[in-house]
């Protein structure tokens, strides 16, 4: 990001005609605090996404995000990645470059991703009815379930 500051520092310098080296009417300091407060007020309207695959081992839950440029913020993580539909996760900390994935909310379901058993929706009611399968163990508290034709 420093490199890109620079040339904006100097591009508005030039639009305010705050050229004398000599007499500044700006600080950098200040000329550059303005720019990332619009940055960052521009970011929450449009942000700039990108879509980064890490890998991670089997067995571990964390992912480091440090070869990570310009990071501003994790919106969603996508785990198991290249799955249809996508699976996003929770994660539950970013720290030290340090990402922890939510692993636990993944469904114990068939390798399709098709639960056992026979649910019954009733419409306006948050309350799911299930039979003839093995829900508790399939399911966490948190996991979200939809019928078969995705509606």
Do not use: C
Request: no cysteine; proline share 3%; glycine share 6%.
């Amino acid at each position: 990001m420093s490199k890109y500051l620079a040339f904006y520092r100097n591009a508005v310098r030039a639009a305010l005609n705050d050229n004398d080296e000599e007499d500044l009417l700006w600080t950098d300091d200040e000329i550059e605090q303005h720019i990332l407060h619009a940055v960052r007020d521009i970011s929450m309207m449009s942000p700039a996404e990108k879509k980064v695959a890490l890998g991670m081992t089997a067995s571990s839950k964390v992912v480091d995000i440090s070869s990570l440029d310009d990071l501003i913020n994790v919106d969603r993580v996508e785990y198991k990645p290249e799955q249809t539909p996508p699976t996003f996760r929770n994660y539950t900390e970013v720290f030290a470059n340090k990402l922890t994935i939510d692993t636990g909310l993944t469904p114990a379901a068939t390798a399709t991703g098709t639960l056992t058993g026979t649910v019954t929706f009733t419409r306006g009611n948050k309350a799911v009815s299930a039979a003839g399968g093995a829900f508790s163990s399939e399911l966490a508290t948190g996991n979200f379930i939809k019928k078969s034709d995705g509606v």
